[in-house]
């Protein structure tokens, strides 16, 4: 017999506060650079490691910019557009997804000092799934997670899973269990054991989950209307949002660590650990200090956002539309505002027992 695993379980309803934004006023700064109707659909971006490169998934295969947005290349990885894409931790290698049309995982060798590609690997993944919503290297590149959609049920649910696979070998190291309507949240912790991800019931409630890559059990998970992400700070915190405020946990205990407010629609901590950056879909975003919970800076960018980026370097904030609009943001322009509001602190986790006896 295994010995029982302790994990966390909650489901927590956060009630709607009023009065927690800072007042009306509109920073209208303007964006580095921006392109209008590159592509029907985009559909996801990442930035090189390099801090240097904006990599889109679109309709029409993967265009990369540099930090200007010219145009370095593009070409298509799938028959009838990407859907996301995912570079190795050391640049070599991008992970591209197709749609329904071509529902594979292709590894791709990038080779800078012609700007081109060569194909390295494809694979199909789970033999049902139908397209891939995310993909996520591990932070020392020895594993890659996809999070696939293999179709509906019966109710009208879309049906995805997680899997985890070896980048050396490409083969399928763990398989999670079945989620209904998956989101495209998938985030690593530093030390590569969790990774967080997000569902949504259909209706108004999104929630996140941690997951332990080892083991197929649920973590940790938090529910709630508008908990749209979730991001792991470091390998013994993690931040889940709602309600224009975030909760940071500790991992082990389930204890509240602090409670800040944070537009966070789109949640993305830069590479220190130490800032988060948020963005509401009608492009309000907000720099907030992890420690402090201090507003560093505050801007208006695109609405109708589909999802943002932050560059390694922390100089360059990438962000998406609906309606075809890339934006780049130099982040030593943007306006700072000071301010810490008030806000109610999220409850503390309480943990359960949970875990397979390995029968």
């Avoid at 709602?242 to 944070?262: C, F, P, V, W």
Wanted: glycine content about 8%; hydrophobic content about 40%; proline content about 4%.
């Amino acid at each position: 017999m295994r010995k029982i695993r302790l994990f966390f379980l909650i489901s927590i309803i956060f009630i709607r506060l009023l009065g927690l934004g800072f007042n009306d006023e509109t920073y209208a700064q303007e964006p580095q650079v921006e392109l209008t109707a590159i592509a029907t659909t985009l559909f996801d971006l990442e930035w090189h490691p390099s801090g240097d490169l904006l990599t889109i998934a679109t309709n029409n295969g993967i265009i990369i910019y540099d930090e200007n947005l010219q145009e370095i290349t593009r070409f298509v990885s799938h028959v009838g557009g990407t859907t996301a894409l995912a570079w190795s931790p050391n640049g070599t290698k991008l992970a591209t997804s197709g749609t329904s049309n071509d529902s594979s995982i292709s590894i791709w060798n990038w080779l800078p000092e012609t700007s081109t590609f060569t194909l390295d690997q494809t694979f199909l993944g789970n033999s049902s799934y139908e397209y891939f919503i995310k993909l996520a290297w591990s932070p020392d590149g020895a594993k890659l997670a996809v999070q696939g959609v293999s179709g509906e049920d019966t109710a009208g649910n879309i049906v995805g899973r997680i899997e985890i696979w070896n980048t050396g070998s490409w083969t399928l190291n763990q398989q999670f269990v079945e989620q209904l309507n998956p989101t495209n949240t998938l985030n690593w912790s530093q030390d590569g054991t969790l990774l967080a991800a997000g569902v949504y019931d259909g209706i108004s409630v999104y929630s996140s989950y941690i997951v332990d890559v080892n083991v197929p059990e649920l973590a940790i998970g938090i529910s709630g209307p508008n908990s749209y992400s979730s991001v792991i700070l470091n390998s013994s915190q993690f931040i889940v949002s709602a309600d224009q405020r975030i909760g940071i946990y500790d991992i082990e205990s389930g204890d509240l660590i602090n409670t800040i407010q944070i537009i966070n629609t789109f949640l993305r901590v830069n590479q220190s650990g130490r800032n988060l950056l948020g963005i509401d879909s009608l492009g309000n975003g907000q720099i907030v200090s992890v420690a402090t919970g201090t507003t560093i800076f505050r801007f208006t960018a695109a609405s109708n956002i589909r999802d943002i980026a932050w560059s390694p370097n922390d100089e360059n904030i990438g962000l998406i539309t609906s309606d075809g609009t890339v934006q780049i943001w130099d982040t030593s322009s943007l306006a700072n505002v000071s301010g810490t509001p008030t806000v109610t602190p999220f409850p503390s986790l309480t943990p359960i027992h949970a875990g397979n006896d390995g029968q």
